[in-house]
Nanobody, 120 residues
Framework: VQLQASGGGLVQAGGSLRLSCAASGRTFSTYGMGWFRQAPGKEREFVGVQSWSGGNTYVAGSVKGRFTIIRDNAKNTVYLQMNSLKPEDTAVYYC??????????????WGQGTQVTVSS
């Protein structure tokens, strides 16, 4: 499984960004696509996960109501739509295949990470 993440950047507080993660390879034996983030000096943090079927989505309480996970089956791509961004959302964001839980050890395949910076 290979993952290609993109879409990070610099945005002002209150703004929006959409991250993309294109998956290729044998994903059918895994649960779904997860998103994590890691701020400087902090541990990698769970953001959300969605099953490949799209029927089950779970996002962390810190982003609930602001972040949404969207799938495009035709493109085999999963998006993390981030609205109402806050400075504390600043981190490197990673997509990962595996799940279904919140622990990084449950995810076997990782994208390269994309930087999101939210200015106040």
């Amino acid at each position: 499984v290979q993952l290609q993440a993109s879409g990070g950047g610099l945005v002002q507080a209150g703004g929006s960004l959409r991250l993309s993660c294109a998956a290729s390879g044998r994903t059918f034996s895994t649960y779904g696509m997860g998103w994590f983030r890691q701020a400087p000096g902090k541990e990698r943090e769970f953001v959300g996960v969605q099953s490949w079927s799209g029927g089950n989505t779970y996002v962390a309480g810190s982003v609930k109501g602001r972040f949404t996970i969207i799938r495009d089956n035709a493109k085999n791509t999963v998006y993390l739509q981030m609205n109402s961004l806050k400075p504390e959302d600043t981190a490197v964001y990673y997509c990962a295949v595996g799940g279904p839980g919140v622990a990084t050890v449950e995810y076997d395949y990782w994208g390269q990470g994309t930087q999101v910076t939210v200015s106040s």
